[in-house]
């Protein structure tokens, strides 16, 4: 599944491109009501194929562990990022900006495994947690700087936070505690 997700983003610039990146203006601008349309369409385009190869390992990867705990729960976790992080990022990104991608959704999927094996009182979340947070936890941090020009610090850190609260709200009971 998730490699068919990631096919699916690369596909995407590649009509991107031959279109003469007629698919850009379905990123998310600011604050127009016109644009609210856009925040779904925005987390599966990119701004070039530099855009879109950054966030593909990670997306494999985290979608890949958090499909683990079930497809359903799973695609719910990512419609609740994807309408958050898009909602976050047409309410607070400076004016006159465009964003797209799926960095948000690797943020939220990062928040998400980080967290959820606490939530749950599973060993092997909090393990999982660890291993993704010792592999990826520095380009998370470095992803959050709001001093990094052309790249959306809003919608990462709204990625991250609401990937985090899907930890809680889409939770799974553990049977007997921490196994």
Same mark, same amino acid.
């Given at each position: 599944m998730m490699v068919g997700w990631v096919a699916l983003l690369w596909v995407l610039e590649v009509v991107d491109v031959v279109s003469g990146h007629a698919l850009d203006d379905l990123g998310i601008a600011p604050r127009e009501?016109?644009?609210?349309v856009d925040i779904v369409p925005a987390a599966f385009l990119h701004f070039g194929f530099g855009h879109v190869a950054a966030n593909s390992v990670p997306l494999l990867v985290l979608g890949?562990?958090?499909a683990l705990g079930?497809?359903?729960r799973f695609f719910a976790v990512c419609a609740l990022i994807i309408v958050a992080d898009g909602l976050g990022v !047409?309410?607070?990104?400076?004016?006159?900006t465009n964003t797209a991608g799926a960095s948000g959704v690797v943020f939220g999927l990062f928040g998400f495994l980080l967290v959820s094996g606490f939530v749950e009182r599973r060993f092997l979340g909090v393990l999982v947690g660890f291993g993704i947070a010792a592999a990826w936890g520095g380009s998370i941090l470095a992803g959050l700087a709001p001093?990094?020009?052309g790249i959306?610090?809003?919608?990462?850190?709204i990625g991250l936070v609401t990937g985090v609260v899907a930890a809680f709200v889409f939770r799974?009971?553990?049977?007997?505690? !921490?196994?």
């Amino acid at each position: 599944m998730m490699v068919g997700w990631v096919a699916l983003l690369w596909v995407l610039e590649v009509v991107d491109v031959v279109s003469g990146h007629a698919l850009d203006d379905l990123g998310i601008a600011p604050r127009e009501p016109s644009e609210l349309v856009d925040i779904v369409p925005a987390a599966f385009l990119h701004f070039g194929f530099g855009h879109v190869a950054a966030n593909s390992v990670p997306l494999l990867v985290l979608g890949f562990l958090s499909a683990l705990g079930g497809l359903r729960r799973f695609f719910a976790v990512c419609a609740l990022i994807i309408v958050a992080d898009g909602l976050g990022v !047409w309410l607070i990104s400076p004016s006159n900006t465009n964003t797209a991608g799926a960095s948000g959704v690797v943020f939220g999927l990062f928040g998400f495994l980080l967290v959820s094996g606490f939530v749950e009182r599973r060993f092997l979340g909090v393990l999982v947690g660890f291993g993704i947070a010792a592999a990826w936890g520095g380009s998370i941090l470095a992803g959050l700087a709001p001093t990094q020009t052309g790249i959306s610090w809003q919608g990462h850190l709204i990625g991250l936070v609401t990937g985090v609260v899907a930890a809680f709200v889409f939770r799974r009971r553990a049977a007997v505690g !921490w196994g």
